[in-house]
């Protein structure tokens, strides 16, 4: 978990995740040339205390990108989080205190509540989709499936939550698709070019839709299998034909599997190593904040 | 309505909603160093050809995002959509129809179906809205409650779905709340302090919560006022008063109001000319759409 | 009017108006690949002092400016401002004290003065115009012919010398020109579109050359009038034809009026509501401002 | 002088003076997020044909940024020109031909218009200033006091006029001024200091307010001289004083010299090389250019 | 091998490796304020015809970067690549055959051969390296050692050159170092966690120094063995060590090897997967490359 | 030679030379999104010491990158440089101390590194080629054949090591080469041009390959004359024949001489006053330079 403390710094230095430029962008596209209300009714030198509540219950992600979205128009705001991102809050709970210019504040209110309230959405949906799954071996995980420009933020907000990462992107992974093995002109040909042309600490792993290809899978020597829409019966089959023939290969659930409870218990249930979410960061509600000045 | 056609030159044209860097930024961070698995299976020189699928019914908003993700890595993509952004299609309907290189069409894949899900979500959303108060005088609105970094866009997206836009960021509106009140020294004097700050084409718009607070805003020449966490009665008296006193004083409903279609009736029987609605913007799930190859 | 103090901070804040990528840039293009000459001549470690000063009277605007393109090379400068942005001086003034190393405020200077020397003249001319129409109903403000690049500094100093700002773009107000009433199928055909499809927080505005235009934009609802090209005894008759007919509706007097007082006294004199005057941004001349060391 | 034909190329390609991204930011800061008026006005699939008319005789500077502005928003756009940058014209002549989509073409007009009526200007004045010292040996020289952002357009106008380039930046040129002199102990050692420090293609020039300045500069093998602020006698001195000991030394006059042609005759008649004008660039008043649809 | 068509794509396209925005800054390095020379002496319309030619025997890379710098001046440049990336030269071969307008190709010229010159060194010594070790089990691979700003070029060199890429940065791949050890509190500590915080798909690879190190990173479940500093002897061992307890354990060589024949082929013998090698890109020597007219 | 104190500043400064986007972009190719390996396992308030230690003799340069590329990870690291730039140091040399954030370090170490050992590589060979002709006239340069994206660094490195720059780009220095003088119909064409179109404060300089030109160029008035692939002999006549004719003529030996000794002091004894090497910047093998941790 991240500290409280480096929310102080993170505008000036380089961090992948809270990156001040999308937070400027964010800002930039809110501002535009100017808040137009707030300059022209409250005083430059004027200065304002709020707290950050929740109106919901649920767990809490990206203090440090709305502190950032303060600080940016005041750098000497004073942000205290009363809370770590990954706390779960009952709604009317306070997650920080903050004083610092009144505009600045009513200026970067909208921007800072916005990431707030999307990433503590997902931390949410993934603690319960976490918690649905836990005691079982099964990880739950998400997908590329993010919204364009904050996939690091949202990977981010299912980590809090308590949930894991699948691959970043493109590039820190091998997921051979049914495309990529017809083109290849077969499973094991595919393998054997996607490990000759790849970095050699990354893992191959193969989509497989059948126990037919679960088994070419397994002799073409795939390290992590992904059993794509899969009914629980087969998905059952393919988990224990995998552990018995090649113990250290990771399996996979995926495909339209949602977030339904039940749904989860039972695809735990047949052993998978990770059950693959693309709701976890598509479709996550919003989390209600807001700012209240005293 | 957007023509078909633009979507040829997006990419290479300034266009403050369809924004070829924004995509840019979306494949950046999903291709990142390079799509490891694509480059290692498939041949530089194969070519490919797509369909567009939604795999659920809705609204469809976003083709020009897709569109441009494609040609950013495919310049010479052929990119034919079957329907226009804000049809409505029912789940299995073609969207559009895609040729070109194999590498490029599996690596932009997923930032061009990231656009389209969570925009046509949007959209759908926007639709269903607007329906349920279809007949009345009540339009709905977004906010500005959007996803950071992606404003334009998914108010483009309310536009296609058929619901309108309130204000686009800051600068272009003026929305005076409890707070501009309070450190101006009353809705009279904040007015003034707008009107005297302010380009002359914006007009003004004052948050009411009481019968009182619309009344005085009402003396003050405010030109539009929102009425904000009021119940259905309070409401409708406050409606009634405005049309009596000032018939071209525009009035708008707000405060998690939802989306539920009874509360949506509810409230545009009172006879306000708006209803906002975050959770256009912030809730709606993703339109399940997929790319499949012939 | 902008606090001295900010002038501390505006460098690492985000704001619209003193942006530190523009004042960055200009040092970009003026420093190049570094200050040959000061870097040659000049010890690393000295440090000097300095004055600003007005070689001729006028009203001053850009200290803020100013004191970011200095702190840009030397972040510990102190740049004490004796006067505020829009005080007038007489030639010989002093604005501001500098101290720093003397490298960085030799190699700054041209680009903070650049600055400080056309926002200056915008100021000084506008004052000069606001003057000129001081006790009457009208208000000097400019347009949109600003210098590529430096709208939001350009439309700031016209705030400060006293006039004020038409809209800041295309995006925050609707002028409907002739080409859009052409287009559209006629004056009220345009506003139509116009009100449906733009944020409802934006007035509407119409161009006219004619007494018969301003009565057919008046019976369609325009909400101001902009009256374009008229003699004066035209103007003055379009005026009272608004005023009795609908006396909320804004009327502006623009084109190729120029910055002669006489003139301007005549515009104000037939009750117009502003006078917009492109040669406030595109045809001031600069002042004349230089820095001393000590 | 620039061909006809660039005109079609500078978007995409690397040109340093007709730099897309500068006229990308012009544009976006006219557009902002759209041009509501135009987009709710004018149909998508409109054509437009018009001419760019001077409404003032001038020398024109600017045709390929305007060409540039329109294609950025339509990249088929035609824009055919009919004289080249460089002309002179009389007022009401017409400069180039345009056809393209109509909200193109109404989008992107202020921008372009902007540049070409800044430019023109400045390229106006320093055709004049040069046509007045013409039959001299003196050339009009431009200065580093331009438009923060736009040096390089500004530079190539003062060209384009038939004046000349002073340096460009801090980096292609050696001046050394009394600050530098004080803090090096000398002219002889700062002379020394900036020919042991900078590359040895760039000359070194000296600032001289006095004869005895000049003599010293001299004999510390100074490559070229700046008369700051001498009054007629005192400069033909120094020319003579310079012609007689060092033939191949450049002489520049400088300092509040203004564009009174008088002045500048009198400036030419004492025989030096280069007379350098700050007025060029600050303080050139706009040329009136218009768009004009068929 | 990427095809030689691509050549004329990659400016306009989303290319992780011939990166348009890398070439136009190392083009804007060069070129600065314009390049003089050439635009005082060459006329704008003259055209050139030019072949690259390698002055040295090696294995070229680059060429898209190259044909990328030449279209970035020229965009409809004709760049006929001879030969493709990868393949082996002797001195005075002609790699490419060029077209263009003459001056584009005069200013583009250097970049163009500073990224052949430096990418074809770094392949050619590549093809070096691999080729003393071939026939043997040992991969010959890169390192972080990059050239700060070129990473993704001079790993594609060595790609060309016959040799493989080891992680692209610190984010796809799991490498613990001692230091990583300690603060975890031991080799076993410090996997655990890395499997517990990273995306499955990576694995995890230990630095060892001693045959100690090697048995703990094996029974704590290493995916990866780097085996740094270690003699040929100790070498030999951990290798027959990791063999025989856990097979598909890789194994790297690493620290210090060089670029001796003699000391890869002693290493190559030891029976590692892998030998990396910081001198590939951080001390190739430059093949010399040249641009002449016909 | 740069302070050590500017070190704490640069990354808030404006630097043409230690950019601080130069140095982002080298972290964010190697960081990603995220050093895994560390984050998993050291704990987010570890704190670490370290040294920079020479690994071999050599002339250090570059001790202000790593400085800036430590304090972008960690905004309060202690960088204690113990050497300035430009010292020579024994194999084993202590460079600096470092203390901070212990994430930061690691994760920013190897950038560091890259940084200080390509340009320490650099500064020791233009210091034993400096070393070489020291006590002749000679001066040795660089040229433009320097890493695509590293110019200002690697010319840095150059003066650090104690040789001098040639010109920086293509615009500060015009250089006529035989395509130029072809293209304009004669050396004394070319030069007149060059004379008529550059900057008067650019000295020109023109390329010659025999005798006879070297005489043309002189009649010519060309201000400095580059002899390319000459032989010592006709290099010692072309100097006597210049120094004879037109003493203040510079003269500079080019064309693959190389860093040899004995050729250096060769060229040197003809008497040249500059001897430029692309080998300074294109060949120099790296300086091993490591971080010790405590």
Redo the contacts between chains.
């Keep these: 978990m ?2 409280a403390e ?1 929310i102080e ?1 993170t ?4 961090d ?2 809270f990156d001040a430029d ?25 200065v ?1 205390n709020g707290r950050i509540v929740a109106r919901e219950a649920g767990v809490i992600a990206g203090l440090p990108a709305a502190a950032l979205a303060f600080r ?5 705001v004073r942000f205290e989080a009363l809370i770590a991102d990954g706390a779960y809050v009952e709604a009317g709970a306070t997650l920080a205190r903050i004083e610092g210019g ?1 505009r600045a504040l ?2 970067s209110e ?2 800072a ?3 707030l ?2 990433l503590s ?1 997902i931390a949410t949906l993934a603690a319960r989709c976490a918690a649905a799954v836990a005691g079982t071996r099964a990880v739950v ?1 998400d997908t ?9 933020l949202e990977k981010y907000a299912v980590r809090v939550g308590g949930a ?14 049914d ?3 017809a ?2 002109g077969g499973v094991r040909e ?1 393998i054997l ?2 490990r ?8 191959i ?1 193969v989509e497989c839709e059948t126990l037919a290809e679960v088994r070419v899978a397994l002799e073409a020597r795939a390290e ?1 299998e992904l059993l794509d829409n899969m009914d629980i019966e087969t998905m059952r089959n393919a988990v224990s034909y995998i552990r018995e023939h090649a113990p ?1 290969v ?1 399996v996979e659930a995926s495909g ?1 599997i949602g977030t339904n409870t039940e749904k989860l218990v039972a695809v735990a249930a047949t052993g998978v ?2 059950i693959s979410l ?2 976890l960061t ?2 996550a ?2 989390i ?1 904040i807001s700012l209240e ?1 005293a």
Tied chains: 1, 2, 3, 4, 5, 6.
């Design positions: 991240r500290r480096p710094r505008g000036t230095t380089f992948p995740v999308l937070v400027r962008r964010a800002l930039a596209e809110d501002i535009g040339r100017g808040d137009i209300t707030t300059e022209a009714t409250i005083p430059a030198e004027a304002a940016l128009l005041d750098p000497v009144a009513l200026t909208r921007t509540l916005n990431f309230g999307r959405g995980v590329r499936k993010t919204t364009p420009g904050l996939r690091a894991a990462n699948h691959r970043a992107g493109l590039d820190d992974g091998i997921l051979i698709k495309n990529h093995i083109a290849a595919a070019r996607a000759a042309h790849a970095p050699h600490l990354l893992k792993e992590a250290s990771l339209s190593d990770f693309g709701a598509h479709s509600p919003n209600d000045f």
